[in-house]
């Protein structure tokens, strides 16, 4: 087991029941800073994108649209100015947030029918070996339903 010598040769399998309770609380506390730090690092993303701009460029197009002139939504509209100049990565992105697929209607319906064929395949087999059990004296007796 080649996986296991390198786990084997850091001395973990030597480790006392505390030491190992005090390298697993370190690691519980770097893991809580380091999801403090994303969940800061989200909010104030949030904060800038949320907040409202004057632009030149941008502000007369959103609000013609009826739309909040903030960074959020300059940014999308830069986005989609990118796509109609035929940048591709640009439409890819937008496709995807927007939730478009790039699945076929076709491939919607064969997966649908692969999903509901399994599914009845799963009914028909825990149905095959449902039992009723008994005991009698200690010896299980087993009617088929």
């Known amino acids: 087991m080649a ?6 040769d850091k001395g973990f399998d030597k480790r006392t029941t505390d030491e190992l309770r005090e390298i697993s609380k370190k690691g519980g506390v770097a893991s809580g800073k380091a999801r403090r730090k994303n969940a800061n690092f989200r909010r104030t993303l949030n904060i800038l ?6 632009s030149d460029e941008w502000t ?3 609000e013609a649209l009826g ?12 986005m989609i ?7 591709v990565k640009a439409y890819e992105a937008i496709a995807r ?6 699945q076929t209607e076709l ?18 087999v825990k ?5 009723n059990r008994e005991f009698d004296d200690g010896v299980e007796i087993i009617n088929d339903v």
């Open 97 to 102: 947030y927007s939730g478009q697929s790039d």
């Open 81 to 87: 100015k990118k796509a109609l100049e035929g940048n």
């Open 67 to 78: 739309i909040e002139s903030t960074l959020e939504s300059a940014v999308n509209m830069a």
């Open 3 to 8: 996986g296991y010598e390198n786990i084997k």
């Open 49 to 54: 994108l949320t907040t409202p701009i004057e």
């Open 127 to 131: 149905k095959d070996t449902s039992t």
């Open 107 to 124: 491939f919607e319906q064969e997966q649908q029918a692969r999903t509901e064929h399994i599914r009845a395949s799963t009914d028909k």
């Open 60 to 62: 007369p197009v959103l």
